[in-house]
């Protein structure tokens, strides 16, 4: 019933940027946060940036100032804004989104997730 379908990534120089798009479809629920999760081949899986009412947005020490998240409520999309990009950032990156059925009930799902690669 919820589907997210990621899309943006790719290849990238370091020092240059790239724009993740991640849109949520369908219907019965309510959308409380969003994040973005990223794992490197070898490495766990850790937040890059979360986004929840009010806009109150969180970020990793690792991307703060670099990375922003935002999102477009009318359009159920959120989005990550890389910029100066490091060797470091590579990894898949998957979208999160937390909220509530209509009846009540809380859930979580993921993206299917979208390779960056930073790379002379």
């Known amino acids: 019933q919820v589907q997210l379908v990621e899309s943006g990534g790719g290849l990238v120089q370091p020092g240059g940027s790239l724009k993740l798009s991640c849109a949520v479809s369908g219907s019965g629920f309510s959308i409380n946060a969003m994040a973005w999760y990223r794992q490197a081949p070898g490495k766990q899986r850790e937040l890059v940036a979360a986004?929840?009412?009010?806009?109150?947005?969180n970020y990793a020490d690792s991307v703060k100032g670099r990375f922003t998240i935002s999102r477009d409520n009318a359009k159920n999309t959120v989005y990550l804004e890389m910029n100066s990009l490091k060797p470091e950032d590579t990894a898949v990156y998957y979208c999160n989104t937390a909220g509530r059925t209509t009846w009540g009930k809380y859930f979580t799902y993921w993206g299917q997730g979208t390779q960056v690669t930073v790379s002379s």
């Open positions: 986004i929840a009412s009010g806009d109150i947005r």
